[in-house]
């Protein structure tokens, strides 16, 4: 699918971090989720209802007084003098003439013909205004977005990834779902996601997305190749994030590596093994998946060590401790390096899990 803005960015951008794109053209591509949010086609059925109602209302009080005008009028006439009185049309054939009709169009009809109009004049402010507001509201965001998680395919495993960044403790608003399906984006934008829609294998998709100023890249797109490429883009706007990719092949695992990514998972060997162990030893399957799994049950965090830990030995905390990440590099916790903590070291250990929303739980394809 051919995106009306893949062509017009390449030739502008500004230096290294930011690109001079009017944010106006923005608001087809970034959705930025906000509660109770009406779309302007709700907006205008809603407010009209509220107008037709308001016009057989008058039409109904004009009938109840029908004796009062210059012709004796049905229900119909009184609906199409409602009508035309409301619109300021006025064609001057239906006529007020006794005195009481004529009261009830100063202090009804005429109060009523300007809360028509209102109406309709508030619907047309409302619609023209809603691109201003998402205007406003992407040039706010991109001014503020910082050390955030950029997602690259909302599939399986980039919906499982964004699993474990919220039950992590990441909020919604700080993880950006670059994709091209719209489908995949209506759901990462009901989850208080902010998504952007584009190729992720373009540099001017990822500026979009602030991948630039992020904290973390995760890459999972449906191929590899595309992976590989993202990964080199990615790696480009940003030499100081942490690059995740997920390859489904292990032969393209050094591609990757070499493209920038600080981590690949291979999706392929990980469910091999996963298999192979299911049928020797299937309990070790299901706690591998427990681990794994951010809703419930037991997970493996990271955290500080506390400042009475120092000089221990990590197998006699409270925590169950898998390993000790020192300046960078992760020693398992049999691993002589291990033997005891030191200042500034961060724990892997097991902690227990709550269960979190599971309202985003229809699969979507990989």
């Known amino acids: 699918m051919k995106l009306p803005y893949s062509s017009a960015w390449g030739s502008k951008f500004r230096g290294d971090t930011d690109f001079d794109v009017p944010v106006h053209t ?9 509660s109770g949010r009406v779309t302007p086609w709700a907006l205008m059925a809603r407010r009209f209802a509220y107008a037709l109602i308001l016009m057989v209302v008058v039409a109904a009080v004009v009938y109840l007084d029908r004796e009062g005008y210059s012709e004796p009028l049905s229900f119909i006439d009184a609906l199409y003098y409602s009508a035309v009185s409301l619109s300021t049309t006025g064609y001057g054939d239906i006529t007020p003439v006794s005195e009481r009709a004529r009261l009830v169009n100063i202090f009804f009809i005429t109060p009523s013909r300007v809360a028509f109009l209102m109406l309709l004049v508030g619907t047309t402010l409302s619609v023209l205004t809603e691109d201003s507001r998402k205007t406003l509201q992407i040039q706010q965001w991109r001014q503020n977005v910082r050390n955030h998680t950029v997602v690259i395919g909302y599939g399986t495993k980039g919906r499982s990834a964004v699993d474990a960044l919220l039950a992590g403790g990441a909020a919604p608003s700080s993880v950006v779902v670059i994709d091209t399906d719209p489908v995949a984006l209506s759901h990462a934008e009901k989850r208080g996601l902010v998504t952007v829609h584009g190729n992720a294998t373009k540099s001017d998709v ?13 890459v999972a797109p449906s191929s590899d190749d595309t992976a590989v490429l993202v990964t080199l883009s990615a790696r480009e706007l940003a030499p100081s994030a942490m690059i995740v990719a997920s390859a489904r092949e292990s032969e393209n695992q050094h591609l990757l590596m070499q493209s920038g990514a600080d981590s690949v998972v291979v999706s392929a060997e990980t469910t091999g093994r996963l298999l192979g162990l299911a049928t020797v030893t299937p309990p070790v399957v299901e706690m591998m998946e427990d681990l794994l799994s951010p809703d419930e049950g037991f997970a493996v965090a990271e955290r500080p060590i506390a400042d009475d830990e120092v000089g221990a030995n990590p197998r006699h905390l409270a925590d169950i401790v898998l390993g000790v990440v020192r300046s960078g590099e992760l020693y ?3 691993s002589p390096e291990a033997e005891t903590v030191e200042p500034g070291d961060r724990l892997l250990y097991v902690r227990l899990t709550k269960p979190t929303d599971s309202s985003d739980s229809q699969r979507l394809p990989e």
Not at 26 to 34: E, F, G, H, K, W
């Open 206 to 218: 990822l500026r979009v997305a602030g991948a630039n100023k992020a904290r973390s890249v995760v």
């Open 26 to 34: 923005l608001t087809d591509v970034i959705t930025i989720p906000s």
């Open 332 to 334: 398992r916790i049999d």
